[in-house]
């Protein structure tokens, strides 16, 4: 019974949610038999008591007679939790509700109740502080229920056509273009192909009306769509930037979104060598955090923790990214918290050349996720490099080639890795004097790819950028 649809579905609610279940359960408007509410209350008491739930129990608690009856009593629960939960979803936003009623009473023929449910819908929508798609959808629903009403009874006055139009668009608009960049950013990482349809024609009418271009989600979306298709037009980026840390008329998730495709565009352009882009991944990287759009489910990814220190070392934000790491653990999962504080606090004692600090934290560095582990391995690589250990330095490349031998690295990782090893012995090994071995060392560096630690590798043979 535990691995019933039933049972996961009732899982899946909200403490809050289970206990509006049982008030509609209760309710001979929506459940007319008592079978279901009895069958609810005894997988509510085991919800709440975490134990699995017992057939036989059940039936007993349900007061069915046989297993026949206990499986079609166990399929009318489900069918009314669907149905509470297409209610709660369709009920989940109060803006909307004025609008329904509006349409009730439309199609009943009561005007005064209609005008004054549609006053409410209008003061509804202008209250809430967020001007996205689901607002001007919110506006078309509003002024195709006035058009509906007008042009009821063949009325003669005139119609609210033009004000219906301009909202199905700027609604289309927004929405076309929002789908767009999501597409494209993720066309770019997968090489999937999207055909994106009346995409041109949007964008066209865009910079034939450029009014609309007031309205910050369109205005975002747009110069996002540019910046992504346009990659040499960073003007574009530039003016979506300013947008994105002005306004606040969009909810959340969406600027959640705009901050990740922003930061993925910055990480492209750093692997470009556009280093100036460091600085753009910081500032988006802070403006999330300030905004508290990083955290999902209350807690921030390692994934995410561990870039933004690095980010902010490479913009020289070492105090900052110190205050980060101690401000931020506790929206770490617990498991991976105390290897990522030690790990990243291991990068900050390097980036202030305080070795013997940074190696007594990569002692407490998480060795058994596999990125963390090499990341760790190649700081005390430049450790024992940058204090002229070199015999220990010899030991650890080739521990460190062995280890990628072993592990299953694959792909860009392995790529990447090997050339850091490679290029960190013949490092050891050329003639600083000679600037034939020089040339030729640096021309193998520069042209080396991928190479995360080119800068690096760089600054030891003393070329400065």
Same mark, same amino acid.
Request: net charge neutral.
């Given at each position: ?13 909200? +403490?809050?949610?289970?206990?509006? %279940? ?50 079609? %009593?166990?399929? !009318? ?8 939960? #297409? ?13 329904? %009623?509006?349409?009730?009473? &439309? ?47 063949? &009325? *003669? ?12 668009? *700027? ?31 949007? #964008?066209?009418?865009?910079?034939? $009306? ?45 600027? &959640? ?6 930061? +993925? ?9 556009? *280093? ?16 508290? %759009? ?12 561990? +870039?933004? #220190? ?27 918290? !105390? ?7 291991? &990068? #900050? ?8 600090? $940074? ?18 391995? @190649? ?7 940058? @204090? ?27 790529? +990447? ?19 034939? !071995? ?25 070329? *400065?950028?």
């Amino acid at each position: 019974m535990e691995h019933s649809v039933l049972w996961q579905s009732l899982s899946a609610l909200t +403490n809050l949610e289970r206990k509006h %279940l049982g008030y509609w359960l209760a309710s001979p408007f929506f459940c007319r038999r008592p079978h279901p509410l009895r069958l609810f209350e005894y997988l509510q008491t085991c919800i709440l008591e975490a134990k699995p739930p017992d057939q036989q129990a059940a039936q007993t608690a349900a007061g069915v007679a046989n297993a026949q009856a206990m499986r079609l %009593l166990m399929s !009318e629960l489900f069918s009314h939790i669907e149905h509470f939960m #297409v209610y709660e979803e369709k009920f989940e936003h109060a803006t909307d509700y004025h609008i329904h %009623l509006a349409a009730a009473y &439309r199609k009943r023929g009561l005007e005064k109740h209609f005008a004054r449910a549609l006053r409410a819908a209008r003061k509804d929508w202008e209250h809430q502080p967020h001007r996205h798609s689901a607002y001007f959808e919110a506006q078309t629903a509003i002024e195709y229920e006035q058009y509906q009403f007008q042009s009821s009874g063949h &009325r *003669t006055e005139a119609l609210n056509l033009q004000a219906l139009i301009d909202a199905t668009d *700027t609604a289309f608009i927004t929405r076309k273009l929002r789908q767009a960049c999501f597409a494209l950013s993720h066309q770019a990482v997968y090489k999937a192909s999207y055909q994106l349809g009346l995409l041109d024609a949007v #964008v066209q009418h865009l910079q034939n $009306a450029p009014e609309l271009l007031k309205r910050s989600a369109v205005a975002l979306y747009y110069y996002c769509y540019l910046y992504l298709t346009e990659p040499e037009a960073e003007r574009h980026f530039d003016q979506f930037k300013i947008l994105l840390f002005e306004q606040s008329a969009l909810p959340p998730d969406e600027q &959640r979104n705009l901050h990740l495709l922003a930061i +993925n565009y910055c990480v492209k352009k750093i692997n470009q060598a556009q *280093t100036r882009y460091f600085r753009e991944a910081f500032d988006l990287y802070r403006s999330a955090l300030q905004a508290g %759009l990083l955290l999902e489910n209350g807690l921030l990814s390692p994934f995410a923790y561990n +870039n933004i #220190v690095a980010i902010a070392l490479k913009v020289q934000e070492s105090d900052w990214a110190e205050t980060f790491i101690h401000a931020h653990s506790p929206f770490l999962e617990a498991k991976h918290r !105390e290897a990522n504080v030690q790990l990243n606090l291991a &990068r #900050v004692a390097y980036h202030r050349k305080q070795y013997g600090s $940074a190696m007594v934290h990569l002692q407490s560095a998480d060795y058994k996720d596999l990125i963390n582990n090499l990341i760790s391995k @190649t700081l005390l690589l430049k450790i024992y490099y940058e @204090t002229a250990e070199f015999d220990a330095l010899d030991a650890h490349l080739q521990s460190m080639q062995s280890f990628l031998r072993r592990q299953r690295v694959i792909g860009y990782h392995r790529d +990447n890795y090997s050339n850091i090893i490679r290029l960190t012995r013949k490092l050891t090994q050329h003639n600083p004097r000679s600037r034939s !071995e020089v040339s030729a060392l640096q021309q193998q560096i520069e042209t080396a790819a991928p190479l995360t630690e080119k800068d690096w590798l760089l600054d030891m043979l003393g070329i *400065t950028g």
